[in-house]
Structures are given as structure tokens and as C-alpha cells.
């Protein structure tokens, strides 16, 4: 994408937000990116096209700035208030622009980020994430600390990289695993920053650590996360106020990054359902839910226990979604969830074959999520993994087997995949199609059950039985709890008051199939 220019940010950000010192022809010159001056470091020999914000310098006395920043090619300078060095400017060929005089610089320097479209993200993966890295590396400059970005749960949003700034092991350590170290003594920390009406200043915890000023990001009364800054000493007099600035920026963007994630998963919980409906075309939802081509995909789907009462269903079900999406991110990252009707539906990526360490891998991560959703909704929570398929547009197929998974799963069971409750699964699936079809429902078996409510007999179960255990009598009657030969008994019977053909495997296979599917407990077979 071709750079933007000085003349197409102010048309973006309005000369009310950022004035030109400058003639008109210094506008044209191309902006690549925006840099935060720092008078503890040097500036960079070749920096073409970048925008210099003056951080502490004062507008009278930029000159020296203005010529250093020509130097190296840069685009422009801004400073802050009336009165900047325009001749300088003007004999070095580089564009002078001007903020008011009390704008926060980390407000100036995300505004101007958004207006270039670039956010510096090393690790991000969105708009909001990038705004957070542009405020905190801002942030720093103004204070003259590294500073970090945290949530409520003292994971790593952002992080500053202002060179020259001192940095303790505790910041390595919290920025490698993107989560701040848990420790009591940092528990009594963050229970003090966040009982505080404004920044606080934190003492070391250890040997080798430094001390931070640090205040929590509220709005309306919500704690949203905190801002964290290396205090070496050499801090900013002004800098308690630079980050309370910082923090109201912060609880701007964190709402902002909010209120995007919901839309994002609205958005994607809509096109996901209409996948799972096949009222969708699936190379297209596929691309929009950033699938990989060719990537084999499952359905996974997790409800409550209908056997158990929620005290209230649709919380229990809205907060399971959140589970389940929860874990889903955190072991495929950006996932697709959505709940339908009160179940809980996710595409799980396959990276092999369905009995090999992949099926593993996603029966664990369906019984861990069982398991804890179990614990944090206290209802008893069963999943069904669907059948593995290659392509998009057979999703709706294993949408439908995990539907039928939760359908056929025993009292005794959580987590099953299709194929290991297929025979159960194609029982049920005959039982509605045998009821369905007047030709399929006809037929002996129910002469059996009439002659046993006729005649008080136990044919029909002892029928079930004996096919159960494969016509071998003595099984039978282990089943039935009765003498071999009493089940002999009462099959002789059969075949000569109700004239079945016991011999006929057909006849034999046909009978089982009705009375397993059609006849109700009675077709059950042994308790």
C-alpha cells in the first residue's frame, strides 16, 4: 500500500488535532512511521520518512531537533504549543508541524499510528492490540519508564520498547510468558493498586527488581487492567499525571477492543451457524472463519445434562459457551463457537487421523472442558465429538453425528466420539426411520407383544435375549434369570402359537431390529 503523506493526515485527523508550521510543499512528503523522541538516546542516522514527535523538548527550542531529524531523511517534526523553529524547518526542508499545548503525547502518538494505519504489533493480532502497544510505548516516552499493559487477570496486553530505558528480570520474565509471575507478595501489590483512587507508587519485591508506579484502568466503576512503569528514579516529575492520562486513554481502547470482540464473535458466531446449517457456501464461510484449505475439521458439541436441573439454563448455557470457547483459543488460538438452541458448537482443527494422536488430543481437550465446566456451573456438562471430514461442506454431516453422539451417550458417560457409539448411534437413527415408514413398522413382532399382553408371557423379552446372546440358550437364560430350559419352553412356543420362523436369519435379524428399536422397554433385552 502506497505511504500516506502529511497532507493526507491532517485531511484524516483534522488541523484542529495537528497544525502545519510549514508551507504547503513540505505536506507532500511521504510518512511511514511515527517515532517518539528520546533525549537519552541517540537519534537513528536514517530514518526516511518517519514523523518525530519532540518529547520533552519545548517548541521554542526544537531547532537543534528540527536540523538532527532532516539529517536523517525524516519527514517531519512535531512539537507541542505556538512558537516552533519555522525558519529552521523551512532551511532544512522538513515539515514543522504543531499540537496543543496540552496534549498528552501518547495521545498525539495514537492518533497519529491510527491515521497511518500503522501499529506497531510485534505480538498482536488486531487493531485494539496494536493501539495498546502504540499507548504504552507512548506512555514511557512521557514518563520516562518502561511500561506494560496488563488486564484484570495480570496477563500482558502491551508493552513499551523506548530504547535506553532501564528494565528489571520481573518485566523479562512477565513479557516472555505474556503473564505476570504469581507470588503473594505480588497479590498484596495488586490488591493495594487496585484499592487506590489514582497512580501508587510500588516498592521492589526482590533483589535485583526496581521499583513501579502503577495505577488501575477503570470505567464507570470497572476495573478493565492496569498500567505498570519501571520507576529507576529518573521518572518524569509530572509523571504520576502523564499516567493517569495514559490510564483513561487505556480504558478508551480496552472498552473499544471490547465492544470489537463481541461484534467479532457475533459476527462469527452468525456465519459459523449458518456453516453448520449448510444455508452457507462453505468455501466462503470457510475463509471468512480463517480455515486453512485442505485442513480436515471436526464438530465438537457440549451441553448440559438434560438428566440435570441449571437453576438457570440459558446463564449455565451462555457462560458454558464461554468455556468452551475459552479453552478452544487457548489451544487452536482465534476459534469459532457458537451456541444454537443450548448447545455449545466448535470447529476443532484435525492435524491427523482420526484414531491417531490428533482424536487423542481432542477427547482430552473434550473431557478436560467437561470436566471443568462441570465444576464451575455445578451441572453435570456431556460432549460429542463429531465425524472428522476433509472439506467445509461436509461440516453440517459432523454437526449432525455430534448431535446424535449427545443423543445416544448412557447416564454413565460424558465425552464420546461418533465412531465409538456408531452401533448405538445407527439404532437410534433406525428406531425414528422403522417408526416412520407404516411397511417398516409392520411385522412379527407385534403379534409377540400382543400374545404377551393376552396371555401375561415374557416372549418378546425372551426373544431379546436369546438374539442378544447370539441364539446360545444358556446365555439366554443367564440374561433372563431362568432354568434353559424354560427360554426353550416359551421359544417353542413362539414358533408354534405365533408361527415365526426362528431358523430364517432373516426373519431372526428383522424381529431383533423391531423389537430392539420399535417395542420400548420391553425390547430392552435384560435389565
Known amino acids: ?31 511511514t512511521e511515527v517515532l517518539l523522541y528520546d533525549a537519552h538516546a541517540p537519534l537513528p542516522a536514517r530514518a526516511p520518512g518517519a514523523l518525530l514527535l519532540a518529547v520533552g523538548v519545548r517548541a521554542e527550542d526544537a531547532g537543534p531537533l528540527v536540523r538532527e531529524a532532516a539529517a536523517a531523511g525524516m519527514a ?42 500503522a ?40 508493552y513499551s520498547t523506548v530504547p535506553g530505558q532501564p528494565v528489571d528480570e520481573a518485566r523479562r520474565q512477565g513479557i516472555l510468558g505474556r503473564q505476570v509471575p504469581d507470588s503473594p507478595e505480588n497479590t498484596e501489590q495488586y490488591r493495594t493498586l487496585f484499592a487506590a483512587r489514582g ?71 452468525d456465519l459459523l451457524r449458518r456453516l453448520l446449517d449448510g444455508t452457507t457456501d462453505p468455501a466462503t464461510a470457510a475463509q471468512r472463519l480463517g ?34 470457547r475459552l479453552s478452544c483459543e ?33 477427547r482430552r481437550l473434550a473431557e478436560d472442558i467437561v470436566r471443568r465446566a462441570g465444576q464451575a456451573l455445578r451441572v453435570p456438562v456431556r460432549a460429542g465429538l463429531g465425524e472428522v471430514v476433509p472439506d467445509p461442506a461436509e461440516i453440517p454431516g459432523s454437526r449432525a453425528d455430534a448431535d446424535l453422539v449427545l443423543r445416544v451417550l448412557r447416564p454413565e458417560e460424558t465425552v464420546a466420539a461418533v465412531h465409538e457409539v456408531r452401533a448405538r448411534a445407527v439404532l437410534f437413527r433406525l428406531t425414528g426411520l422403522l417408526g416412520e415408514r407404516r411397511e417398516l413398522a409392520a411385522g ?12 401375561g408371557t415374557d416372549y418378546a423379552r425372551t426373544l431379546v435375549c436369546w438374539l442378544d446372546a447370539g441364539c446360545d440358550m444358556a446365555r439366554a437364560a443367564k440374561l ?16 408354534s402359537q405365533l408361527g415365526i420362523d426362528l431358523d430364517d436369519p432373516d426373519e431372526r435379524l428383522v424381529l431383533w431390529l423391531q423389537l430392539r428399536t420399535l417395542a420400548g422397554p420391553r425390547g430392552a433385552g435384560a435389565p
Not at 503523506?5 to 508551507?23: I, K, M, N
Not at 527488581?209 to 521518572?235: H, I, K, Q, Y
Open 119 to 158: 501499529r506497531p504489533s510485534p505480538a498482536g493480532d488486531g487493531a485494539a492490540l496494536g493501539d495498546l502497544f502504540s499507548l504504552a510505548g507512548a506512555v514511557a516516552a512521557a514518563v520516562g519508564g518502561a511500561t506494560v499493559i496488563e488486564d484484570p487477570r495480570q496477563s500482558v496486553l502491551a
Open 480 to 495: 433372563l434369570a431362568v432354568h434353559p430350559n424354560t427360554c426353550r419352553y416359551r421359544l417353542r412356543q413362539v414358533r
Open 444 to 455: 412379527a413382532w407385534r403379534d409377540v407383544l400382543a400374545y404377551d399382553d393376552g396371555h
Open 1 to 31: 500500500m502506497d505511504a500516506r503523506t502529511l497532507g493526507d493526515l491532517l485531511a484524516v485527523l483534522g488541523e484542529s488535532t495537528l497544525r502545519p508550521l510549514t508551507p504547503p510543499p513540505g505536506l507532500t512528503a511521504p510518512v
Open 76 to 117: 517531519g517534526v512535531v512539537v507541542r504549543g505556538a512558537g516552533g523553529p519555522v525558519a529552521e524547518a523551512e532551511e532544512c526542508g522538513t515539515a514543522l508541524l504543531a499540537v496543543d499545548e496540552d496534549a498528552a503525547w501518547h495521545h498525539v502518538h495514537l492518533l497519529l499510528a491510527q491515521g497511518l494505519g
Open 199 to 269: 497512580p501508587v507508587r510500588l516498592a521492589a519485591l526482590g533483589e535485583g527488581e526496581l521499583p513501579r508506579l502503577a495505577v488501575a484502568v477503570r470505567a464507570g466503576g470497572e476495573t478493565l487492567g492496569s498500567l505498570w512503569v519501571v520507576d529507576d528514579g529518573t521518572l518524569a516529575p509530572d509523571a504520576p499525571a502523564q499516567l493517569a492520562q495514559g490510564a483513561s486513554t487505556a480504558a478508551l481502547l480496552l472498552l473499544r477492543a471490547r465492544a470489537a470482540a463481541e461484534l467479532s464473535r457475533h459476527l462469527t458466531g
Open 330 to 362: 487457548a489451544r487452536y488460538g482465534r476459534q469459532a463457537c457458537v451456541l444454537v438452541d443450548g448447545v455449545v458448537y466448535a470447529l476443532l482443527p484435525v492435524t491427523g487421523e482420526r484414531g491417531g494422536p490428533a482424536g487423542e488430543r481432542q
Open 291 to 324: 480455515l486453512t484449505p485442505g485442513a480436515p475439521l471436526r464438530v465438537a458439541a457440549f451441553a448440559l445434562d438434560p438428566a440435570a436441573s441449571a437453576p438457570d439454563g440459558e446463564q449455565a448455557a451462555l457462560r458454558l459457551l464461554d468455556l468452551v
